[in-house]
């Protein structure tokens, strides 16, 4: 099954998944080299798996002999993250499985909005909308060709008294989101006012409607941010958490007088956290997930977040100086993976071969 390095150097991971034949899944190694992982099978196929301690540190976590007994499927994982302002072209691995794949597409967060409005102290902000999440099944690609996709760069942090950006849309196989085979939209960008008496209202996250995909999640929503008293007074709400694999993202709370809130959960709970700063999601492995959205910030920027890779919107941000903030949204991505199908390990059992 050996592929030539220069097909699969984009992929980061490979990704052994072993199972119970109630089809519980009792481990799951990741490989960081697709020569690992072939020295892997290979051991696997002949029988010698058992007794080869090296081999058997390769994935991690390690593989241990007790778990002979179950069924294996061995997969490629590649994440896209390199951003470009146009279409971008991505390699498809020779020994891509149409029958047998997934393409996950992760939106862009949308930048949290910025007011200083010096003394008079009445700034109202909101945080940017987290980005949608879409997966299909089944891709169709020619092995060995190449597919288009769109990944754009993060939404960039506002200027001094202006709203949030827009996060970027993602798809891939296509020149246009709606022309796509995955794609998913971003999280709206964050307003602004300053003012006694007022409200802005809180940002969409990505709305799962407008994406392309079999399961489609919507991004988390900002909070509304309200000021009602007089000087002084501020109010910034957190950005909304990306949506993911397991769900919509969560939106942050909504904002009073002298009041902020952190940002939204991302996926659901599983991905990044939104209490404060928008952290990093790591449901695909330990750097690739959905992120939760950035702290909305009062007085400074020293209290203000942006978004959490990836997707996750920034928050809010309400400054007594002349700055603007560091709450930008965070960029989306492309998850790619597919059954290795020349492994022909699908439903493999160890003991069948004499382990």
């Not at 993976?337 to 439903?347: E, K, P, V």
């Amino acid at each position: 099954m050996p592929v030539h390095r220069r097909e699969w150097r984009d992929l980061t991971r490979f990704r052994g998944v072993a199972r119970s034949n109630d089809g519980c899944v009792i481990w799951q190694g990741w490989f960081d080299d697709r020569d690992d992982c072939d020295a892997f099978i290979f051991a696997m196929a002949r029988g010698s798996l058992r007794w080869e301690r090296k081999l058997q540190r390769l994935p991690t976590p390690e593989w241990r002999p007790d778990f002979a007994d179950l069924s294996y499927e061995f997969f490629g994982t590649s994440f896209i993250t390199s951003t470009s302002s146009t279409n971008q072209s991505d390699s498809v691995p020779s020994d891509w499985n149409n029958g047998n794949n997934w393409i996950d597409a992760v939106a862009g967060g949308g930048s949290g909005g910025n007011q200083y409005s010096g003394s008079n102290q009445q700034q109202v902000v909101v945080g940017g909308g987290g980005g949608a999440w879409s997966r299909t099944n089944n891709v169709a690609l020619t092995p060995g060709g190449t597919a288009t996709f769109f990944l754009p760069p993060a939404a960039g942090a506002p200027t001094i008294n202006s709203g949030g950006s827009t996060g970027g849309d993602v798809w891939y196989n296509g020149a246009t989101l709606a022309a796509s085979s995955v794609g998913a939209k971003g999280g709206a960008g964050g307003g602004h006012n300053f003012g006694t008496g007022i409200t802005v209202g809180g940002s969409p996250g990505g709305a799962s409607a407008s994406g392309v995909g079999g399961v489609k999640y919507s991004g988390g929503a900002s909070g509304s941010a309200t000021n009602t008293s007089a000087l002084p007074s501020v109010s910034a709400s957190g950005g909304g958490g990306a949506a993911g694999l397991h769900g919509v993202g969560g939106a942050s709370r909504s904002t009073g007088n002298n009041d902020s809130s952190g940002g939204g959960v991302g996926d659901a709970g599983f991905g990044g956290s939104g209490g404060g700063t928008g952290n990093n999601g790591s449901e695909y492995d330990s750097t690739h997930g959905c992120g939760g959205g950035g702290l909305g910030g009062l007085t400074s920027q020293s209290n203000v977040a942006p978004g959490g890779l990836y997707g996750g919107g920034g928050g809010g941000c309400a400054t007594n100086v002349a700055l603007a903030g560091p709450n930008a949204g965070a960029q989306g991505m492309i998850v790619k993976n597919y059954l290795l199908a020349a492994s022909g390990l699908t439903g493999f059992n160890m003991p069948m071969l004499g382990l």
